[in-house]
């Protein structure tokens, strides 16, 4: 596949991302009917896009054509973990998430130029320039003297995930409180859907995708209902980089079935307009998400000092 | 209603207890007990992160500060030697830490125990604590070091890595154990009597429970036993492995389809990082995945190699469950996580038990042993491609895996343990006569005689 025609796909699969979105928001089951011409309204582009995102999904069994024409829905959207092929979970053949990879597993230094990357991957210089633009959109990467660039190592390193966990604490509980927070009932009705899935699930079967997914999209409601446009770009940025970030590290699925019950309960107050409470558990929330195990033990070894490695 | 039984474990502060303690207490809640984990000092946040209440011995601020430049300094020669060489320089100095703590942690275990009146008491360590002896509640000991903890004529020496066929290398190491821990001993025999305890044989840190004991060797490593250990009180778990969530490998830049390989030398073993560089290098030019748990060090690493993945944490039984080959340090974890998933192992030991295991993995025919710093490129690459091809060893390895499964270590061991909380609780075996228990929480209690272990299996000191 050309890299022009994988980019195309990946537009129709986030914009197939997004319809599936728009369902769930509008409470939308299986058998509901999906109006092509209200879809490009909503998304602001035109039917043709529209056309090839449902058939996305129709590949991938989450609609059906319908008889008379057009689509409907054929499983939930509640409960439907991201579509694979997104921007963000492509990765596998991209540059971008190759750089990205690489970088945090130490096998590519900071300092790149095009050639060096191009060699590495066999791929046109123009591919490479194309992801080293989004890389630097993604504020993952910025130009340096000459042809240099310069890959921001803090962001992919083993003290990214604890950095970011400090940021998330100063700035989260505080977009909850900001005096024009807005909230997205449509969205929060739906997100309380999906959470309710996954609360539903035992650890044998609960669904790791679909809780990341959740967790995502909570985390972004936050964001974009603060109704501080600076505050919400760097979290709506920050969110973004870290789903991109391979160094992504590991819970346990105790403490992932945990974190969506204290998403349920800020969600639960942030729609009661209890954002002080909202904002409170979200500092816990925060915390209990790090974990604190020691960096080194062993027998007759000296009490060790912390490592958050999550 | 009956009230939930309150199971307190205290593991030992080091992660191969650790977990094993983790895999147990996730089939105690399952069984609608409620675990709750005792924490050494400085070592907590393990167990809450499977969602198990920790509570700490003491403060963190109450430690000294670690200086861990020196303790890498004076240990990593130590790590060279060999296990005889290594009772000087290691396992004499680790016994009086281990006494040191024993003896610093009495008082707030005590205190702890009291305010969680738990219904029994599971203790994985290598020394005794009086406060749980003491505490008019069953206990039961978990044995996660290697079956040589529990010492026999026809075992080798505890941590002497001997052969299974005695020679004189047994008597010699012994000697040499009993004199070098001989002042641990002393210092620790004088605590237990004061805490109205009877001092143990010489050599010998932690007496089996009275009540049961849990010994995690499967059969195909076991050894055989001069004194057959009543089976009422030792009972063999065949492993004792958690449950993680499933692993997904990381996309590597080259050999994604290959076979995979863990190397994981627990979070000490990750010291040396000039060794695991030089690991790091014979495996860029295998057609193999390697993951490499670096620990605390994985930022050490650059020009990591394509097929290579290093991190500094892995969900190791999910990650072992894939993999075709673990390279470890013979920690007894890591090696029936092997066993227990059908998994060759090429066991590189630096201390303890790990020696033990490594020469086991050898006599059973379960993987190799090879020195941890004694082997050339060509030798690493033979032993890696050699057990990577050895189909009839991965036969015979798969076969026993199924039966470790079924076997179901950790739901044996909860169900055992909560049996135990049934039983009446033990006089512990009192100091000479004229001293008294230091906690009075035992007396006038009904003295029902408690079970017996096999005594003769302290006759012989390691």
Redesign the interface.
Known sequence: MSSETRRTNHRHVELAQKILEIASERGMRPGDRLAEQALASLCNVSRTPIRKALQVLLERGVVTTEAEGGYALSADPATMPRLEGTAENEGESDVYAAILRDLAAGRISDQQTVASLQRRYAVSRQTVQNAMMKLADDNLAERAAGQQWVLKQFAVSSDAIAKSYEFRLATEPLALTMPDFKRDIPAIVSLRQSMLILRSMSEASFDQKLFERTDFDFHMLIAKSCGNPFMSEALINHHRRRRSSPTAGHANLFRLMQSNLEHMQILEHVERGQMELAADLMRVHIQLSQSQRPRLAGRGVPPAFKLVSR | MTPAKTIALFP????GA?LNCIGIAQELRRLGATPVFIC???????F????FAEYQLGE?TS??A?D?ND?IERHQDAFRQSPFDQLESYVG???D??VD?AIRVEEPLRKLIARLQPDAIVLDN?VMFPAIANAGVPWVRVVSCAETEIPDPLVPPYLSGCTETPSEDWERFSERYRAVTASAHRRFSGFLTQSGLRPPPPSIFLEPSPYLNLLLAPEIIRHERRNRLDEELFQFLDGCVR?????MP??F?SHNEAPLALISF???GA?DVAMMKRMIETFSKLPYRFLVNA??W??E??????NV??D????QPSVVEQASLFIHHGGNNSFCEALYFGVPSIVMPYC?DGHDNAKRTEETGVGLHLDRYGWSEDELTYAITSLMNDAAMRARLKDNAVKMQEAAGVKRAAEAILKTTQKRPAIPPSAPSGISPSSGEIAGRDPSPPPTPTRENNDLPP
Not at chain 2, 40 to 46: L, M, Q, V
Not at chain 2, 243 to 247: D, F, G, R, T
Request: no cysteine.
């Open positions: 030992e502060a080091s992660y650790a050494h000092p400085g070592f907590s946040g393990i809450s992160d499977y969602g963190d430690a000294p670690t861990w303790f100095p680790t016994w830490a281990i703590t290598v449950h993680e969530a499933p692993y990381p996309r830049a627990g979070s000490l010291m620990g605390h994985r930022d690493y650059r020009d990591v190699p394509d993945f290093i500094a944490w892995f969900p303890w």
